[in-house]
């Protein structure tokens, strides 16, 4: 931080930041479409 209080955020970004960040939302999409299939299924067998 600067002595004006401001704070450059290249100093929190790794080399990495986009791939984590990526990353972590495809996993989020993962469990979302993994819920709504599992849902899908049961209303698909309470159908039956």
Known sequence: MSER???SI???LSDTWLE???GAG???IEEYLAKHAAFLAFLESSDS
């Open 5 to 7: 209080g401001i704070h």
């Open 20 to 22: 984590d960040w990526a």
């Open 26 to 28: 495809v996993l989020e």
């Open 10 to 12: 290249v100093d929190d």
